[in-house]
């Protein structure tokens, strides 16, 4: 079983940053990957962003290019998300996904493609 622990979340004012960490107990193979999704009150689960562990591809959102940055430790299982510019409207639940054999940018975006997630974390902006 893998285990996925998120931290970072919190309570911010409008244009603020917050970094959320994610922490894998899964060794990270060549095709490994990873994504960050976010969940508001009443609506769907969103793809943010996600990373190819290996290669370091990354894939954004349109809603967040420039303003948010995926990054990844080797040597602690973790992937980072760098939040800047923040907006009312990325207030949610934030998660963190793992998932391996991915072969096409698109099936990254996809909740049903990452097989274990995190607890989540809440990210509240407030105007």
């Known amino acids: 079983q893998v285990q996925l622990v998120e931290s970072g979340g919190g309570l911010v004012q409008a244009g603020g940053s917050l970094r959320l960490s994610c922490a894998t107990s899964r060794r990270t193979y060549s095709n490994y990957g990873m994504g960050w999704f976010r969940q508001a009150p009443g609506a769907e689960r969103e793809f943010v962003v996600a990373i190819r562990w290996s290669a370091g591809t990354t894939y954004y959102a349109d809603s967040v290019k420039g303003r948010f940055t995926i990054s990844r430790d080797n040597a602690k299982n973790t992937v980072y998300l760098q939040m800047n510019s923040l907006k009312p409207e990325d207030t949610a639940v934030y998660y963190c996904?793992?998932?391996?054999?991915?072969?096409?940018?698109?099936?990254?975006?996809?909740?049903?493609?990452?097989?274990?997630w995190g607890q989540g974390t809440q990210v509240t902006v407030s105007s």
């Open positions: 996904a793992s998932t391996l054999g991915l072969s096409g940018s698109y099936y990254y975006t996809l909740p049903p493609s990452y097989k274990y």
